[in-house]
C-alpha cells in the first residue's frame, strides 16, 4: 500500500489521471453503446417510430436495472463488511440472499411489466402510433427481465469477489453480441423491433449465464441452498446497503417519465406531433450520454487523486490535477458540441432516417436543448471534485442540481410558455444554472482551499505509551456529543500509559483509501439522507461503505497489536467478540452537554441542543445500518456512566479500576490454564 500512496503524491499528475481515468471510461463508454445499438439498426431496419417505442419501453428497463444494483451493490457491501467481521458464513448467508432476492424480484417484476405494460407505458408517454411497436418491444424485453437483472446483480457481486475483469468481460461479451446479433434479426430475418428485443435477450441471457457460472468460482465464499433461503433482517440489510444505487437510477425514471408526457402532449399540439420529439429526444439524450460517461469517467477516476493530495497538504497538486480534469473536460465538450452544431443532421442519420419535419427537429433539438453542453465539461468534474475533498453536501447539491432541481421544473414551466421548443430550451437553462452554481462553489473553495486545518499534527492523538498494564486490554469508549466521553477516553489513556486512537484512524485511512481526510472527518460515525443521495450518484461510487470496512479494519488491526483506547467507530461492536475489550458508552444530560458544547466546541448557546441531538442521532442511524443494532443499548456495553454523577476525572478512575480488575481476571485465567 505504501508504494500506491508514493504513486499519488509524487508520480506526474497526467500519467495518474490516464492510469485510473481510462478504465473508468471504458467501463461507462460499454454501458452507454449498449443501450443505443438498439436504437440505430431499428432506427436504419424500421423506422423513427421503432426508436420512439424503444425511448418509451427504456424506463422500464432503467427500473429493472434500479432493483439489480440496489441488490448487486447491497450484496456486494455486506460481503465486505460480513467478511471484514471475520464472519464468513455471514457473508454467504448475505450474497445468497442478495442472489435469492433478484430471482424473486425479477419475476415479480417481469410478471408484472406483462400484466401491465400498456398501463406502465401509458405512464412513460406512449401514443397511439408508437402503442404496437412498444407493446411488441416491451414483451420480449419483459421477458428477458430476470436474465438482465440477475446478471446485473451478480454483476456486482463478482466485482466485489475480487474478479472486476471477469465482470468486465461478461458485459462486453454480452455487447458485442447484441451488436452483432441486431442486423441478423432485422435485416436478415426482417423480425423488425421484435428481432431487436430477441437480440438483446439473447445477449443478457449469455451474460446470465456466464455470471450464473461464476457462482461456483467464488474466490471468498461459498454458495449453497442454505445460503439462498432468504431471511427477513438479511434482506433488509441487503437492501437499505443498495438503496443510493435505486434512489439514483429511479430518478432517471422520472425524469424520462416527464420528458416523454411534455414531449407527447405539446408536440401533437404542433407540426412534429407526438411520435417525432419523442423518438428525437430519446436519441439526443442517448449521445449526450456518451460525452457524460467520457466526463464521468475521467473525473471519478481521478478522485483518489484528489482526495490524497488534499488529505497530504498538497494543494499544488490538488489544483493541478483539477485544472487538468477541468481543461480535458471543457475539450471533450468542445468537441461535441462543435459536432452538436455542425452536423446533427449526421447524427441522427446515424439512427435511421425520416420525413422534413423528423430531419428539422432532430437538428433543433441537437442545437437547442445541447447548446450549452460545454457547461458539463465544468458542472459534472465539480460535483465529484467536492465528493472526493469531503464537501458532501456541495456534491450532493451540484450532482442533483442539474438533473431533478433545475431541469424538470424548467421543462414544466417552459412547455406551458413555449409548448415542445419549451422542453428543449430546458436544457440550456438548466446547463446554464448549474454552471453558475458550479463557478460559485469552485471559486470559493479555491480560495479557502489553504485554509483548510487538514494538517497531519492537527489530527495525531499525542498520548502517553508508557504501558503500565501487564497483559492486553482493549478500551472502546461510545459517547454521546458533547458529555466528555473523548476527554475521559484520553485521561484513560495517560494514566494507562497505553495508545489514545481517535482522530489519528483519520489519516491512517486517508492514506490507504484516497479520500481526503476532511472527507473522512466530516463524514464518518455519520449517516443521513443525504448519505442515500450522495453516494453513488456519479457512476456508483459509494464512500461511506469503503470508510467503515477500512476503519474496521484498522480497528481491528491496533487491537491486536496493542492495549489502547478506541474512540467511537462502532469499535464496541467490531471488538465484541473479543475478551480482552472493554466496552464504555458514556452519556450526560443536556444542560452540561450544551456547557461543554459552548465551551469546548464554540457552539452557538442558542442553536446547542439542536446540534447535539442532530450530531446523536446520526451517529445513531450509523450504528444501526453498520451494525443492525440501538446505539445507546445498555446491553450493547461492559458500563455505562453519567459524566455527570462523578466528573470526567471520576469517572476515568472508575473505569482505569474496571481495567484493573480485568487484567487481574486475565492473569488468574493465565495461570490457571498453565496447571
Not at 266 to 284: D, L, R
Not at 473 to 496: F, H, M, N, Q, W
Not at 517 to 528: F, M
Request: some cysteine; overall charge positive; charged content about 20%.
Amino acid at each position: 500500500m505504501e508504494q500506491e500512496e508514493n504513486i499519488l503524491g509524487k508520480e506526474k499528475i497526467g500519467k495518474l489521471i490516464r492510469k485510473f481515468s481510462i478504465p473508468c471510461i471504458i467501463s461507462l463508454l460499454v454501458n452507454s453503446l449498449y443501450n443505443i445499438v438498439d436504437q440505430i439498426f431499428i432506427g436504419q431496419g424500421v423506422g423513427y417510430l421503432g426508436n420512439g417505442a424503444t425511448n418509451v419501453v427504456f424506463p422500464i428497463v432503467i427500473i429493472g436495472l434500479a432493483f439489480s444494483l440496489m441488490l448487486g451493490d447491497g450484496a456486494s457491501a455486506y460481503l465486505s463488511l460480513k467478511l471484514g467481521e471475520k464472519k464468513k458464513e455471514d457473508a454467504e448467508l448475505g450474497i445468497g440472499n442478495g442472489i435469492g432476492l433478484a430471482v424473486i424480484v425479477s419475476a415479480i417484476f417481469c410478471a408484472i411489466t406483462l400484466i401491465f405494460l400498456p398501463q406502465l407505458l401509458n405512464i412513460f408517454g406512449c401514443t397511439e402510433n408508437l402503442r404496437a411497436y412498444a407493446t411488441s418491444y416491451g414483451r420480449i424485453i419483459a421477458i428477458g427481465l430476470p436474465f438482465s437483472m440477475i446478471g446485473t446483480t451478480l454483476n456486482s457481486i463478482i466485482r466485489a469477489d475480487g474478479s472486476p475483469k471477469y465482470s468486465m468481460a461478461t458485459m462486453v461479451i454480452g455487447a458485442v453480441l447484441n451488436t452483432i446479433l441486431d442486423p441478423i434479426f432485422i435485416f436478415v430475418f426482417h423480425k423488425g423491433v421484435e428481432g431487436a428485443a430477441v437480440a438483446t435477450v439473447i445477449s443478457q441471457f449469455v451474460t446470465f449465464i456466464l455470471n450464473v457460472i461464476y457462482i461456483r468460482k467464488f474466490k471468498s465464499i461459498k454458495i449453497t441452498r442454505k445460503t439462498l433461503k432468504l431471511k427477513l433482517n438479511v434482506c433488509k440489510r441487503v437492501a437499505g446497503l443498495g438503496i443510493s444505487s435505486f434512489i439514483t437510477q429511479m430518478s432517471f425514471v422520472c425524469v424520462m417519465a416527464i420528458e416523454n408526457n411534455l414531449l407527447g402532449k405539446y408536440g401533437a399540439e404542433s407540426k412534429f406531433g407526438a411520435e417525432i420529439p419523442i423518438t428525437v429526444f430519446g436519441i439526443v439524450m442517448k449521445i449526450s450520454q456518451i460525452l457524460n460517461s467520457i466526463i464521468i469517467g475521467l473525473t471519478a477516476g481521478s478522485q483518489p487523486i484528489f482526495g490524497y493530495n488534499y488529505g497530504a497538504r498538497k494543494f499544488d497538486r490538488v489544483k493541478q490535477t483539477l485544472k487538468i480534469v477541468l481543461g480535458s473536460s471543457v475539450v471533450i465538450s468542445t468537441i461535441a458540441f462543435i459536432l452538436f452544431q455542425t452536423i446533427p443532421d449526421k447524427l441522427i442519420l446515424i439512427f435511421g432516417s425520416g420525413d422534413e419535419n423528423y430531419m428539422e427537429f432532430a437538428c433543433l433539438a441537437f442545437r437547442i436543448y445541447l447548446l450549452l453542453c460545454i457547461f458539463n465539461g465544468i458542472q459534472i468534474p465539480s460535483g465529484i471534485f467536492f465528493q472526493a475533498i469531503g464537501k458532501s453536501t456541495k456534491s450532493a447539491i451540484l450532482s442533483l442540481s442539474r438533473q431533478i432541481i433545475l431541469l424538470i421544473p424548467a421543462m414544466v414551466i417552459l412547455s406551458k410558455i413555449f409548448g415542445v421548443m419549451g422542453v428543449l430550451y430546458s436544457g440550456p437553462v438548466a446547463d446554464s444554472l448549474a454552471f453558475i452554481l458550479a463557478i460559485v462553489l469552485l471559486i470559493q473553495q479555491m480560495r479557502h482551499l489553504q485554509d483548510n486545518e487538514t494538517a497531519n499534527n492537527s489530527l495525531v492523538d499525542d498520548t502517553s505509551t508508557d504501558n503500565k498494564l501487564s497483559k492486553h486490554i482493549v478500551i472502546t469508549v461510545s459517547r454521546e456529543y458533547g458529555s466528555g466521553g473523548r476527554y475521559i477516553g484520553r485521561l484513560i489513556a495517560d494514566k494507562l500509559g497505553i495508545k489514545l486512537y481517535d482522530k489519528d484512524f483519520i489519516l491512517k485511512v486517508a492514506e490507504q483509501t484516497g479520500l481526503s481526510a476532511e472527507y473522512i472527518e466530516n463524514n464518518e460515525q455519520k449517516r443521513n439522507t443525504l448519505s442515500n443521495l450522495n453516494n453513488g450518484y456519479y457512476s456508483g461510487l459509494n464512500n461511506a461503505d469503503e470508510l467503515f470496512i477500512k476503519e474496521s479494519e484498522l480497528i481491528k488491526k491496533v487491537a491486536n497489536e496493542q492495549s489502547c483506547v478506541i474512540i467511537g467507530r462502532c469499535a464496541d461492536f467490531i471488538l465484541k467478540d473479543k475478551e480482552n475489550t472493554i466496552k464504555v458508552f458514556v452519556y450526560s444530560n443536556m444542560n452540561n452537554k450544551i456547557k461543554r458544547a459552548t465551551k469546548i466546541y464554540g457552539i452557538d448557546k442558542n442553536k446547542a441542543e439542536k446540534e447535539l441531538k442532530r450530531i446523536d442521532k446520526l451517529r445513531a442511524n450509523h450504528y444501526k445500518h453498520y451494525t443492525e443494532q440501538e446505539w445507546s443499548n445498555p446491553s450493547n456495553y461492559d458500563i455505562c456512566i453519567n459524566s455527570d454523577v462523578l466528573g470526567v476525572e471520576k469517572s476515568a478512575d472508575i473505569i482505569c479500576q474496571m481495567v484493573t480488575e480485568k487484567e487481574n481476571s486475565l492473569l488468574s485465567a493465565g495461570s490457571f490454564s498453565g496447571i
